[in-house]
């Protein structure tokens, strides 16, 4: 069993190798790293790769993967539509965490970046359903810069202080996959959720 995924940033590549060396040891998993699909879908929208992406997803089922897990949440969502055309599952990194958070009566939602914001809003009224959720957005000043300069402990960092930042809320929502690491410098007693691990787990069990 290989599962695919789908990355806009070769800095997720040791996190997921990392991640299935811990939890899911023995699993195939062959990385596609894409960044101008971000960079497309920042200036144009997302919808503007769905072509792409189809093709590109198409290749590596072609060549047995086994499922699909597109690890950024700006293109999550085009990704995750390809599924019925490639019959496999694709999923998207962030859909269990925004599942555990739309269970929850307040969310607040930090990014990095602008353009997540609001494809991980919609997932999170998707997965709320009719359940009202009280859901507020913080956009981390000076994080992304940091990022595209290679300064993880900048960025992270960043990402820390917001999340402590925090008071009113019952669960704190890191919107990027690339943010999760921030997880263990918060200071904050509010639950921070982060996507690679579930969505890991999740892809896991689709592929199966």
Do not use: K
Request: proline content about 5%; hydrophobic content about 50%; charged content about 20%.
């Amino acid at each position: 069993m290989t599962l695919a995924l789908l990355h806009t940033s070769p800095v997720h590549v040791p996190v997921f190798d990392a991640l299935r060396d811990t939890d899911h040891p023995g699993l195939s998993l062959r990385h596609l790293v894409y960044e101008d699909l971000l960079t497309r879908a920042r200036e144009s929208g997302p919808e503007a790769v769905s072509g792409e992406i189809r093709v590109l997803l198409s290749g590596v089922v072609a060549e047995g993967a086994s499922a699909v897990l597109c690890t950024c949440s700006t293109i999550g969502g085009v990704a995750e539509s390809a599924a019925a055309m490639l019959g496999v599952p694709v999923l998207r990194v962030d859909r269990p965490m925004a599942a555990a958070a739309a269970a929850r009566e307040r969310a607040v939602v930090l990014a990095a970046l602008a353009d997540t914001l609001e494809p991980t809003l919609a997932l999170l009224a998707e997965e709320a359903g009719n359940r009202p959720v009280d859901v507020r957005t913080v956009l981390v000043d000076g994080a992304w810069a940091c990022f595209e300069a290679g300064d993880r402990d900048g960025y992270l960092d960043l990402i820390a202080a917001a999340a402590d930042a925090v008071t009113d809320a019952d669960v704190i929502v890191l919107a990027q996959a690339s943010m999760a690491d921030a997880v263990t410098r918060t200071a904050t007693s509010i639950p921070v959720l982060s996507s690679p691990r579930p969505g890991l787990a999740a892809a896991v069990v689709a592929a199966r």
